[in-house]
């Protein structure tokens, strides 16, 4: 059933008119529901490497970074205003980080930013 027909259909049930092969809605979304089935497919570990990414590697290490930054900052209960501080970075800069805009941060400078907040949790 293409997306017009089902769309007429709705409209028609919704009218309480049955059209077509369907006598009731329920019927008629379970056919919809059957077939838009999505094609799931098992990933790899990375993401990044799945989605053709070429810097598969460096994302997928940028992001383990980031998550383990965010989950100190949690951990620590900081607010985003302090974290940023102790950081050395701007409250949205830091929001724009956690937030999974982080490709253009280098490992290194990611990797110094974690290492501070394990500092200050000593």
């Not at 919704?14 to 529901?33: H, I, K, P, Q, Y």
Request: no cysteine.
């Amino acid at each position: 059933m293409g997306r017009k027909e089902t769309e007429e259909a709705i409209a028609d049930s919704r009218a309480g008119r049955v059209s077509g092969r369907f006598a009731t809605v329920a019927e008629l979304l379970a056919d919809l529901n059957a077939d838009d089935t999505p094609n799931i497919q098992q990933g790899s570990a990375n993401v990044y490497a799945d989605l053709g990414y070429p810097d598969a590697g460096e994302m997928l290490v940028k992001t383990r970074l980031v998550t383990k930054i965010g989950e100190a900052i949690k951990a620590q209960q900081l607010s985003t205003e302090q974290a940023a501080t102790l950081l050395g970075l701007t409250p949205a800069a830091l929001h724009e980080l956690l937030t999974g805009r982080f490709r253009s941060q280098s490992v290194n400078d990611l990797e110094r930013l974690a290492s501070m907040l394990d500092e200050a949790s000593r």
